[in-house]
T-cell receptor, first 114, second 111 residues
């Protein structure tokens, strides 16, 4: 079974802090994604990556950046956390960008910014 | 930009009743996927539909992709308490593997 592991289940950070959310997948997937999930808004794509060192903006990239130095790891960075970034963050991966596959999601990180 | 809407947002049913959620896209999709998220859990991939008019079944779940490839539905026959959760559709247009998720339908099944 593919595993997508997110480093923290719960995080509490202060406004203005720099926050790192880590995601690791163990099945050599090419594509990795960061979503945030908010009640009534579904899942919204923040950033995605289809290869090492490659990244593309999703629908709501403002206030976030990402890093993919190794194929298995995709990090989401909140440069200066704000209270409106309190949310559930979900990392996902999929096998290939040549053929369409379903996503495998991590368990999520619930981030609270105070 | 591309939008994917789902209705209803919430649905409460008695155990044994049927349930349907509908997904509508503002643009033509190349394929659509469905996911289930149990309370407190993360989305889990259920199925993918690719062809116009395609119908697929998984036990009591029936998935349909519209002829124009702009809508889809998920129908559950004789719901059980294990069906509780939020069901998401996710669509993509050709030339991209980036999926846009619908807003989800939260299903509650009353025993």
């Amino acid at each position: 079974d593919v595993k997508v592991t997110q480093s923290s289940r719960y995080l509490v950070k202060r406004t203005g802090e720099k926050v790192f959310l880590e995601c690791v997948q163990d099945m050599d997937h090419e594509n990795m994604f960061w979503y945030r999930q908010d009640p009534g808004l579904g899942l919204r794509l923040i950033y995605f990556s289809y290869d090492v060192k490659m990244k593309e903006k999703g629908d709501i990239p403002e206030g976030y950046s990402v890093s993919r130095e190794k194929k298995e790891r995709f990090s989401l960075i909140l440069e200066s956390a704000s209270t409106n970034q309190t949310s559930m963050y979900l990392c996902a991966s999929s096998l290939s960008n040549r053929v369409v596959y379903g996503y495998t999601f991590g368990s999520g990180t619930r981030l609270t910014v105070v | 930009g591309q939008q994917v809407m789902q209705i209803p947002q919430y649905q409460h049913v008695q155990e044994g009743e049927d349930f349907t959620t509908y997904c509508n896209s503002s643009t033509t999709l190349s394929n659509i996927q469905w996911y289930k998220q149990r309370p407190g859990g993360h989305p889990v991939f259920l199925i993918q539909l690719v062809k116009s008019g395609e119908v697929k079944k998984q036990k009591r779940l029936t998935f349909q992709f519209g002829e124009a490839k702009k809508n889809s539905s998920l129908h559950i026959t004789a719901t059980q308490t294990t069906d509780v959760g939020t069901y998401f559709c996710a669509g993509t247009t050709s030339g991209t593997y980036k999926y846009i998720f619908g807003t989800g339908t939260r299903l509650k099944v009353l025993a």
